[in-house]
């Protein structure tokens, strides 16, 4: 007789149940990665055929990449690293399906970084229609970003998008959504906020612009961008500050494209477009400001400015009596501290006995700023700010909050701002050059 | 079957961790979407209610268990009632048993499929845990207590850290209104959920492997308020991040949070390693869910082991499992009947106790 | 087993449904509770000396002349030494094998005094020509024929008088054996450098120049198998548990084989999971590491001609600790601890996690990566698992051939591999840079995992993650993960959990991997079960300012203290 261990025959037998069922199941999942296509950047536009939209994407050629690392010198030694591909149809899953048709792997959208949609689109239908597909497959995550074209079709900023720095076109994103936080000229969205502030009560959402400069435009030939000459560029500024309007920015060379102001977005749509200047004031209000350099005018020597480094010390705090009858009076006080960064003027203004006057300046212009913002607001019944947040935590109920009709009682309301600005530090320098003739 | 103590003795820390696994599967289901739908912002308060009721319970039943020591639950009821109703009872709750774990695994094969492996088909899937589930309960109750433990503080950390990443995303102010949509509707809820911690019975089955009665008191007491304590955790932080009509649309709710994990670019798309968490938890739940269905049955029965149940039992799961068509289907039959299934759960521990106050005066000697 | 036997296979698949009753909860554990399985073994083999019939030694000569030469096929070996001596009082027979005795020994120690003794057959007694031997120390008495064939064949020289139905066995033997040499698969920088050697007494005298106690017991075991006497139970009477050294006692003596060649052998017959990949013991060649296990309760079995000992029990983190974590100052061996605990779960999941990154979850890499991965791949015509198998395929050839190649052109190999491996395999476009850079930090990390027989284990289960990983992705390893943890905690080391202190979890001042202060560690392990707790006083460095003086407090009480709980023990 032999001895032997029962649990033997059933260790095998397991064992075998267990290989069996991993072999008969293949793989299913498994892809490798030279099967797949990855879509780096997708782009939506109204199409010129009636309830058909344009769908471009952007498409990474892995093969063109030089695993040894390092990149080109100029753009005819590299070929490129992606490829932009249109599609019109009805929805966007029938467009990725109607691309497989003429793309030899299979699309994969898990390294999408933006979907940036067309102004047309974004004013006539909206983008709701667009982004349940957008949440609903998994292979789209709820941290794409969202950006709008502000002149024209997302398919013009695939066309002419030429990153100065990045090879990468996701870097690009990355990096330009980074800048967007540091100078406070827009906030960046992605689609969870988009979905989540659209599903929520009396608020309306933004998204990011990015807008084509023209002047750029014009330089680029043959997929290089050759700066003009200086008498042209000359001829072909404008008189405007740049960011103080909706206009581009007055600019020669580097990428054609820039990001800067918001599109406040309602039901879907966009109702309007606000500047560089007017974001900063939203994201003051939103709560969404960090950091930003903002220059103000002299308060004593004509057509100078000085620069102040904002930040932003505490929360806003606003209080809003929406117990009373209408109109509500909405308070608002931004609580912000900064360094002082430029003094063009060159007058002593460095000493506590003379910050006043600087200040006084800063808290001046922010509050007219965000009156005229939110006046602005106000004629379109409109609240991106999300004012309501704060009368929401004095309530008990959300049956309450949901009846408050805000934004109606919003558009009527008296708003005082005040600004509680303080100037911290002046830099490496104390006072400004002196001039010995001048003293 | 009847559990000696020379069969094993459990740890405390152990009996802990295996509870903490069975009890805080059902929470990487659709849960938080139906709390949050039911009672609004203040849906992290049920867990909570839910626990006063549930310490309650256990309570009674660790004085139950008290009066009996040396036997477990099924023991007691075939003490009190007969050995019939000791079979009809222990068939009863290896039924609950087995239908829950098969709910649980129907909806975690479908979220599987909807997040990580969309090719795959369900059957793979769900042959492979249920083997594994046969295989981890087919050595018992001592050593699937120890793979509980062993993983335990891994899984502690991961699941707090990838929680607390996520927590950049959120807004205070999502926790307002502070009363939802009123006091009623979270009663509501609460009744709804009151099942949440009904697998603490586990202990009741398994109460002679422990050496002392008093370390099955604590351990059922200290896995209870942890156990609740990440329930509110969990639902804190998805009220947190998601607001209430964002959040209760979500499929899969918690891995959706983990989804939206972006710090820069080095610490974003983590959420196939939190899969490591909840897949980890849950598999071992489930198991735990099995092997529990075969001990009720063995001991119901008084049959000497459990072990060959494992396998018909094992066929049985598969089958509820793929009973129904939809995955909105399971899902939606697993929001409605934990709030029946709490009856048998509550109600016969609670039953026996009156039974034993009344008509049981005699106290058992310990042998 | 074979297969094709249905009725056998039948019966085997019933026992997936059905549960012998009799092996149920009958596993071995150090528990108190649990009392030890006791079967009854029916021991059928044929060849059993034991049980032969035994005859007496003849009184004549010639009748055992006779009798011993037929026992031993004297005829057709010439290495057997007959020899027959004349003396006043009667012949002497002196049998014995030449090859297992030196010949000056015999003739100083036995054959002088005999022959140079000078009285009648009459006067002498057995008692005196027994205390005659005054050279040799080990001598036997014999009264069997079939006892007398036993001592000769374990190398003692056989002296038998005429008249007596008695017999003496005398050692005498040569102590053929290689030197002491430096540990070969145990190095370490600081530490002792001698090893075992295949001689057993070398090996006891190591051991016993350590820890020189009369309480360390070198036990050897009888056992039925035809070679006798080469197996050593070594342990501490009053540390190492009694249950402990009961079972390895009836384990060792169970074994009833021809040979065992090695301790490698032994293992397989002792352990209680030999399906397991991990060996549930730690072989060593190092006399330090296994004084060290000794007196932390663990119980040593040892070999005549094999160099190593098998130490059990053991933890999984033993196999993870090397002696020189001991000699070093305490960071630098937790530290080393550290690493080795992050390379052995890189050996066992990095390619695994690899390909499921790859081929399963690409969002998990950031962009720039994936795509340089992808372009990598694109002259790769294999899946990324064919490549892993490949690679893992080549790098065993490679070691294997290191480990047969003759020594002097032995280096040379690690270069061709190299170069075979890191040039040549990319541009022939048979597997991604990316995937060599995997495997060969996989590699590497295996390697510097201490306990070689883990760095095996460790191999196979890579690849059972691998075939996870290609099916199943994430999920697979999760899946995989769960299995194996379970199979460590279910291990038992003689008795003891193989996961222990960490699973059964144990807390206290135990030596996991943040290796404690030495002089703080007072305590034995807890899971051993020893008789003994206390490793070393309570006091060790009682000079130090730093020491606060409650210390010496305790001291004193826990002296007082203990004959008290020494009597109630015994109560």
């Not at chain 1, 064992?15 to 991993?22: A, D, I, M, N, V």
């Not at chain 3, 007072?522 to 730093?546: H, I």
Request: proline share 5%; charged share 20%; glycine share 6%.
């Amino acid at each position: 007789m032999k001895i032997k261990s029962s649990s033997l025959p059933k260790a095998i037998f397991l064992s075998l149940l267990l290989l069996l069922t991993l072999l008969n199941t293949g793989c299913w999942d498994r892809r490798e990665l030279e099967s797949l296509a990855f879509v780096l950047t997708l782009g939506i536009d109204q199409s010129a055929i009636d309830n058909q939209y344009d769908f471009t994407f952007r498409i990474a050629v892995p093969g063109n990449l030089d695993p040894r690392g390092g990149k080109g010198t100029s753009a005819e030694e590299m070929p490129d690293t992606s490829k932009v591909v249109t599609v019109t149809a009805r929805s966007l899953p029938e467009a990725i399906s109607l691309l497989r048709t003429s793309i030899e792997r299979s699309l994969d959208f898990r390294h999408l970084r933006v979907v940036i949609f067309g102004e047309e689109l974004a004013y006539k239908e909206g983008l709701l229609f667009h982004i349940d597909h957008l949440e609903r497959d998994p292979h789209f995550r709820r941290t794409i970003y969202v950006w709008i074209n502000k002149f024209g079709t997302a398919r013009d900023v695939f066309l002419i998008n030429m990153p100065v720095l990045e090879a990468f076109v996701t870097r690009y994103i990355e990096g330009t959504n980074e800048s967007i936080r540091e100078t406070g000229y827009a906030r960046p969205i992605i689609l969870h906020d988009l979905v989540a502030e659209t599903e929520e009560h009396h608020v309306d959402t933004v998204i990011p612009l990015i807008c084509i400069n023209p002047i750029i435009e014009e330089e680029k030939k043959d997929g290089k961008i050759v700066p003009m000459p200086t008498e042209k560029y000359r001829e072909s500024v404008k008189d405007i500050i740049g960011g103080e309007q909706m206009e581009h920015i007055n600019r020669s060379g580097g990428n054609p494209l820039e990001i800067i102001g918001l599109a406040v977005i309602q039901e879907g749509k966009m109702i309007e477009q606000i500047s560089g200047w007017e974001s900063r004031v939203y994201s003051l209000l939103r709560d969404s400001y960090r950091y930003g350099t903002w220059t103000f005018e002299d308060p004593e020597v004509e057509n100078k400015t000085f620069a102040v480094e904002l930040y932003r010390s505490r929360p806003p705090r606003v209080e809003i009596d929406w117990q009373k009858e209408d109109p509500v009076t909405i308070d608002i006080t931004f609580f912000l501290e900064g360094n002082v960064r430029d003094i063009q003027s060159l007058e002593k203004y460095i000493s506590p006995e003379t910050y006043p006057l600087l200040e006084g300046v800063v808290t001046k212009v922010i509050a007219e700023q965000t009156i005229e913002l939110i006046s602005k607001m106000q004629e379109l019944e409109t609240d991106p700010f999300y004012l309501a947040r704060f009368i929401r935590t004095q309530m008990l109920y959300k049956q309450e909050y949901i009846a408050l009709d805000w934004k109606k009682r919003f558009a009527q309301a008296e708003v005082n701002v005040t600004v509680d600005f303080n100037l911290r530090r002046p830099g490496l320098v104390i006072q400004p050059m002196v001039i010995p003739e001048q003293e | 079957m009847k559990i000696r103590k020379k069969d094993g003795v459990i740890g405390s820390f152990e009996a802990f961790c295996l509870c903490n696994y069975l009890i805080y599967t059902k929470m990487f289901l659709a849960m938080p979407r139906h709390l949050i739908e039911e009672a609004g912002p203040i849906a992290w308060a049920v867990p909570i209610l839910v626990l006063i009721f549930s310490l309650l319970f256990f309570y009674i039943l660790t004085n139950l268990l008290q009066r009996f020591e040396d036997l477990s639950f099924l023991e007691i009821i075939g003490e009190l009632w007969g050995s019939s109703m000791q079979w009809i009872i222990g068939v009863l709750f290896a039924f609950l048993f087995l239908v829950i774990t098969a709910y649980q695994l129907r909806i975690i094969g479908e979220f599987l499929l909807s997040t990580l492996l969309p090719q795959t088909p369900l059957s793979a899937v769900l042959f492979i845990m249920v083997a594994t589930f046969v295989y981890l309960a087919y050595f018992g109750i001592e050593n699937l207590a120890r793979l509980a433990g062993l993983l335990f503080p891994w899984l502690l950390v991961a699941f707090v850290v990838t929680f607390l990443l996520a927590v950049g995303r959120g807004e205070f102010y999502n926790f307002s209104p502070w009363l939802g949509y009123g006091e009623w509707r979270l009663f509501v809820s609460t009744v709804n959920h009151i099942g949440i911690y009904k697998e603490i019975l586990l202990l009741a089955f398994i109460a002679p492997l422990f050496r002392k009665h008093q370390t099955l008191r604590r351990t059922g007491f200290t896995s209870l308020i942890f156990v609740a304590f990440f329930f509110f955790f969990a639902m804190a932080i998805y009220i947190y991040v998601f607001p209430v009509h964002t959040g209760s649309e979500l499929g899969f709710p918690l891995f959706q949070l983990t989804r939206l994990v972006y710090y820069g670019a080095f610490l974003q798309r983590i959420d196939p390693l939190f899969m490591f968490v909840w897949a980890s938890i849950s598999i071992v739940g489930m198991a735990t869910g099995l092997y529990v269905s075969a001990l009720s049955l063995a001991q119901g029965a008084k049959a000497s082991d459990y072990r060959p149940f494992l396998f018909p039992l094992a066929v049985i799961l598969l089958a509820i499992a793929f009973y129904h068509e939809s995955s909105m289907e399971a899902v939606k039959n697993y929001r409605l009947f934990p709030a029946y299934i709490a009856i048998p759960f509550f109600g016969i521990p609670i039953l026996a106790w009156l039974w034993a106050l009344l008509f049981h005066r005699q106290r058992r000697q310990r042998q | 087993m074979s297969l094709l036997n249905w009725k056998k296979s039948l019966q085997n698949f019933k026992k997936l449904f059905v549960v012998d009753s009799s092996t149920q909860g009958k596993t071995f554990s150090l528990s108190s509770s649990r009392q030890p399985y006791q079967r009854k073994v029916t021991l059928t083999r044929k060849y059993n000396p034991k049980n032969k019939e035994k005859r007496d030694i003849p009184v004549a000569t010639k009748d055992i002349q006779k009798a011993i030469a037929s026992l031993f096929h004297a005829n057709k070996n010439p290495d057997f030494v007959n020899r027959v001596l004349k003396t006043s009082y009667g012949q002497i027979s002196i049998f014995y094998y030449q090859s297992m005795i030196d010949a000056q020994q015999v003739q100083d120690a036995v054959i002088e005094p005999l022959v140079s003794l000078n009285a009648e057959q009459e006067q002498l007694s057995w008692e005196n020509l027994k205390d005659l031997l005054t050279y040799s120390h080990v001598t036997k008495e014999v009264t069997t024929l079939e006892d007398s064939a036993v001592q000769i064949s374990a190398g003692r020289v056989f002296v038998h008088v005429e008249g007596f139905a008695i017999a003496l066995a005398v050692k005498a033997g040569t102590r053929e054996s290689r030197a002491v040499e430096s540990p070969k698969t145990e190095t370490v920088i600081r530490g002792a450098n001698d090893s075992f050697v295949e001689e057993i007494r070398t090996n006891l005298y190591l051991l016993r120049m350590r820890l020189s106690i009369p309480e360390f017991i070198a036990e050897p075991i009888e056992q039925p198998h035809r070679s006798q006497e080469r197996l050593y139970m070594l342990y501490i009477e009053g540390v190492t548990s009694p249950k402990l050294v009961k079972e390895m006692r009836r384990r060792l003596q169970a074994i009833n084989v021809d040979a065992l060649h090695s301790i490698g052998n032994l293992e397989h017959y002792v352990q209680g999971r030999p399906l397991s990949v991990f060996s549930q013991g730690i072989t060593t060649e190092r006399p330090d590491r296994t004084i060290s296990h000794l007196l932390e309760g663990s119980v040593a079995v040892m070999m005549k001609g094999s160099p190593n000992a098998l130490l059990m029990p053991v933890t999984l983190w033993s196999q993870l600790h090397s002696p020189e974590d001991y000699y070093f100052r305490w960071p630098i061996g937790t530290f080393a601890r550290v690493i080795r605990l992050i390379a052995l779960i890189v050996a066992i999941f990095l390619p695994s996690l690899y390909i499921a990154v790859v081929n399963f979850h690409p969002e998990m890499i950031r962009t720039e990566l994936m795509l340089s991965i992808a372009s990598a791949r694109e002259r790769v015509p294999f899946p990324t698992f064919l490549e892993i198998l490949f690679l893992e395929l080549a790098f065993e050839f490679i070691r294997e051939s290191a480990l047969r190649i003759p020594n002097m052109i032995g280096p040379t190999i690690g270069i061709v591999g190299a170069i075979i491996i890191g040039q040549a395999v990319v541009e022939a476009g048979i597997v991604s840079p990316i995937v060599i850079v995997i495997l060969a930090i996989t590699v590497l990390a295996g390697f510097s995992i201490p306990y070689y027989t883990l760095t095996y284990s460790v191999r196979i289960l890579r690849l059972i993650f691998v075939f996870f990983a290609s099916t199943f992705g994430f999920f697979g390893i999760v899946v995989g993960l769960l299995l194996l943890a379970h199979h460590l905690v279910s291990l038992k080391s003689l008795g003891v959990p193989f996961l222990s202190p960490v699973s059964p979890l144990r807390p206290g001042n135990q030596d996991v991997i943040i290796r404690p202060l030495p002089y703080l560690q007072e305590l034995r392990p807890t899971f051993m079960g020893v008789l003994n707790k206390q490793k070393e006083a309570l006091l060790q460095r009682p000079w130090d300012v730093n020491t606060p003086s409650e210390i010496h407090l305790l001291k004193s009480y826990t002296r007082s203290k203990k004959p008290a709980l020494r009597k109630k023990k015994k109560q």
